[in-house]
């Protein structure tokens, strides 16, 4: 059987080599280019450190466009003023494997001087469903995403970009920026991809000491219960928070920062559980700080 180069990268995707691009200008050129080509283009952002989590997106990407196009960017200003910037897990040589691996055609890795040079001013700022939940804590977490995502997809230009439900505020956020300002990019949401054991996978998880791990599990449980519960047809909120935060408290290694459950779309708090909801938490292990949530949809 003869194999066409076309064919062979469909096939055997990971044969054929990634190129990096390392300046805005030149992935703008590169898209632009594409576009008038008529290419489509499938984007996956990233902070990098990949996992299964990040594999999954970019899998699903490479079939949903003719070009997979991943970013690797840890945003500055998505982190508070005492959160993990410096520390935040890199390993470029690993990511850019792994990313070949999966059939990435680019892999954009942006200088920070180059995505906010100076006198850089503007911030995107989805207001409502950004307050609750993460927004508590991290009150200038979200228009840091927000703003990058912007950028990222006027240069990359995409017309698909994939994104994990494990950031759920994060993906209600930029579905909403982008239906707010006529984007013409489609935001997909995907799955959250898990270790066997449960706990959602994380660039963050490698933070944590043995112990640390293992009573981070009790997160997952505590969502487990909260399934559980509904499809008993459990529909009061403080019932299900109750036991959730039962499961929590028994760790001692676990410091709760929020446990709740909320609109799926809105991300306000219910009382009642009548339509689609997210049973979201946040918990410190140590100083690493996780989030989990389970999306339920009641019929
Ligand atoms: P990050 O590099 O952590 O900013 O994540 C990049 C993308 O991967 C985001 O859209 C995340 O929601 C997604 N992601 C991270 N962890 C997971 C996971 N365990 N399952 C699915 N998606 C994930």
Redesign the pocket.
């Known amino acids: 059987m003869v194999l066409y180069s076309d064919e062979v990268q469909i096939i055997y995707p990971h044969l054929k080599k990634m190129e990096i691009i390392r300046t805005v200008k030149e992935m703008r050129e590169f898209s632009s280019r594409s576009r008038q080509a008529g290419k489509t283009i499938a984007f996956v ?4 450190y990949f996992h299964e ?2 594999l ?2 970019m899998r699903e990407a490479r079939k949903r466009g003719d070009l997979l196009i991943i970013s690797l960017f840890v945003n500055p200003t998505q982190f508070g003023p005492s959160e993990d910037f410096k520390n935040y897990p890199r390993d470029f040589e690993r990511d850019r494997k792994m990313a070949e691996g999966v059939g990435g055609d680019i892999l954009f890795a942006p200088e920070a001087s180059d995505m906010y040079p100076p006198n850089h001013q503007t911030i995107v700022c989805v207001e409502k469903v950004t307050q609750n939940l993460c927004g508590r804590s991290r009150p200038t977490h979200f228009q840091g995403v927000t703003t990058v995502v912007l950028m990222l997809f006027e240069i990359v230009m995409p017309h698909v970009a994939i ?5 759920y505020q ?2 209600v956020a930029i579905q909403q920026m982008a239906r707010d300002l006529h984007m013409s990019v489609e935001v997909l949401g ?5 270790e066997v054991d449960g706990l ?4 963050r998880n490698t933070y944590l000491l043995p112990h640390e791990r293992k009573a981070a599990l009790s997160l997952y449980r505590s969502l487990q219960k909260a399934k559980e519960l509904l499809k008993q047809g459990e529909r009061k909120a403080d019932r299900i928070l109750l036991e959730m935060n039962g499961i929590l408290q028994s760790e001692p290694l676990v410091r709760i920062d929020y446990v709740q459950i909320c609109d799926a779309h809105t991300l306000e708090d219910v009382v009642r559980i009548e339509g689609d909801v997210v049973v979201a938490l946040a918990a410190y292990l140590g100083k690493t700080r996780l989030i989990d949530n389970l999306v339920y949809r009641i019929l």
């Open positions: 952002p990233t902070m990098g989590g990040h999954n997106l994104f994990g439900e494990k950031d994060q993906l995907m799955p959250t991809v898990r959602a996978m994380s660039s």
